[in-house]
């Protein structure tokens, strides 16, 4: 996957040449190139935003530095283009995964209030695919962590990119809801037992007893995952533990009883 990041702050990505982003990019599975926004502004300031049009508070950064930069990186070109927004669409799993099916990610990373709006009407009316993400209901200084964040839950679902693939299977989310409690050795430490069951050496009473930590898990944590199964989908004894945790199964999807 080729993935374009333009930012006034292009280092800040040195951070992804770590880890097994590092290595994916020293595989060949991912090429990333961090771009200098400013290269692409005029003036002897190189100044790449002004004040808000109607008034208000910081400044917004100017159409003309953006479409000059995103006509240089794509060209002929056909990416998708993203950018960091907290009034877009929830960035998910499942977003994540129809992300890692594209060849070509083009990244901008606004600041300040934000990019000039009219920067992806423009890109439409070119034919460009473009859309905005919001990692959750809170504010950062820019897009650049917001891009790190989304760029590590995308990748890592590449071929190549984790040395184990199970890992990925059974993560959270993966499954439809939370991953259960992780222990390792020592089994006793510092008087705290692990769950026995995990060296009991039946790996199906083990996958039974994640299963149910994690089922429970989600319903402590994020009901509105179970809210999101299907009734028909579960199982007995998903069915059974979910009964007692308070859940009516009735109907097409889970409701929590009041």
């Keep these: 996957m080729r993935i374009d990041l333009i930012s006034i702050f292009p280092s800040y990505f040195d951070v992804l040449k770590l880890g097994l982003f590092g290595k994916a990019m020293e595989k060949g599975v991912v090429k990333v190139n961090a771009i200098n926004l400013r290269d692409f502004a005029k003036g002897v300031h190189r100044s790449v935003d002004d004040t808000p049009l109607g008034g208000g508070a910081g400044m917004v950064m100017k159409p003309e530095v953006w479409a000059s930069a995103l006509e240089k990186v794509i060209g002929e070109g056909d990416p998708l283009i993203l950018y960091p927004s907290a009034s877009s669409p929830l960035f998910t799993q499942k977003k994540a995964h129809q992300l890692s099916k594209e060849k070509w990610l083009v990244i901008c990373c606004g600041r300040y209030e934000g990019i000039d709006e009219r920067v992806w009407e423009w890109c439409k009316s070119r034919g460009w695919r473009v859309e905005g993400f919001c990692l959750g209901d809170y504010i950062l200084s820019g897009g650049e962590s917001a891009a790190c964040v989304m760029l590590e839950a995308v990748c890592r679902l590449l071929p190549g990119f984790m040395g184990n693939c199970q890992s990925l299977e059974e993560e959270s989310y993966e499954t439809g809801i939370l991953e259960h409690n992780q222990y390792t050795r020592p089994f006793l430490w510092r008087g705290m037992e ?3 069951i995990l060296i009991s050496g039946d790996h199906g009473k083990v996958d039974q007893f994640r299963r149910e930590e994690g089922l429970k898990k989600t319903d402590a944590f994020r009901p509105d995952l179970i809210e999101k ?11 059974k533990l979910l009964i007692q945790l308070g859940w009516n199964l009735s109907g097409e999807n889970p409701k929590k009883e009041d």
């Design 229 to 239: 199964l299907e009734c028909k989908d579960l199982t007995k004894s998903d069915a």
């Design 194 to 196: 692990a769950p026995k």
